[in-house]
């Protein structure tokens, strides 16, 4: 009798420690770096383009050689008469002497003109430029300000005021951010996508728009966005978890639990990475496995 109710009682602990479902990922955008809301993310260093010199050429000028005539014996010059050699000497006279004036030509012009531009209206036009920078950089810092503040709506407004030709990447991407939390999902996407035309090497957009397809359960286009974003963005844990979340709609749970392991390693402090791939062992079948996982995940959260 008590083997029996020892064995009913660890089935029901075991029972009790079991988990339902895979956990989706908190679906949080990749905002500033003071308003991670959800998610503490760990902020990368933007990689900068690598802008791609012009090789320079090594180009020879091609000289002729003059080969030997094999049936003469020397390449004997012909003589010159005097009256010949004054009429050289006036020749080279006359050809330095055009040369001279070309010279005095190029001379004559104002070397501090350049296109039509006077020195006067190049310096006006380059403080114009730096005004016009800086209005664009205190608009931007206002911007992101009101955009930490939650004030979407005004964010917006003042982004807005800035130039397209000026706009960063980032403020694409928290141009994005507004109008997706504004419900406008498309022109969000229309937006991250400038962000990347802007800065290809810029994970965070990349990110953001496979968050949109997962949640739209477009789970093969969110894998390519995350791809894009772990290959920009190397160090980025909630990539690797997304990503492995994807993997485990489509059914492939080996490449699931190669993200969640890579994701942990990176990250081992966030519950759900622990989670999901106790979840995925338990699918391929590795109960010791599951459980180890399932224990971090309880201890994490204190088994709430």
Known sequence: MRKIILTLLLCILCTNSSFAEIRVPKVTLHKSNSSSKEVETKEIEKVDKVESKPIKKNIKKETKIRSKDSNTKSNIKEVKTPKQIKDLSKKSSTVNSNSD??????????????????????????????????????????????????????????????????????????????????????????????????????????????????????????????????KYGPDFSYAYYNLACAYIKTGDLKRAKSKLIKAIELKNTEPDFHYNLAYVYKKLDKPKLAQIYLDNYNKLTNGQ
């Open 101 to 230: 004036q070309q010279i005095k030509k190029i001379n004559i012009k104002n070397p501090f003109k350049k296109d039509n531009i006077s020195i006067g209206e190049e310096m006006v036009s380059k403080e114009q430029i730096k005004e016009e920078l800086k209005r664009v950089q205190d608009l931007s810092q206002q911007a992101l300000a009101l955009y930490n503040d939650n004030s979407l709506d005004e964010a917006l407004s003042v982004y807005l005021k800035i130039p397209e030709k000026y706009r960063t990447a980032q403020d694409n991407l928290l141009i994005g951010n507004i109008l997706l939390d504004l419900g406008r999902r498309e022109d969000a996407i229309f937006m991250y996508k400038r962000a990347i035309l802007v800065d290809e090497y810029y994970y965070k957009p990349y990110y953001n728009i496979g968050n949109i397809c997962l949640n739209d359960d477009k789970y093969f286009m969110a894998i390519d966005y995350y791809k894009k974003a772990i």
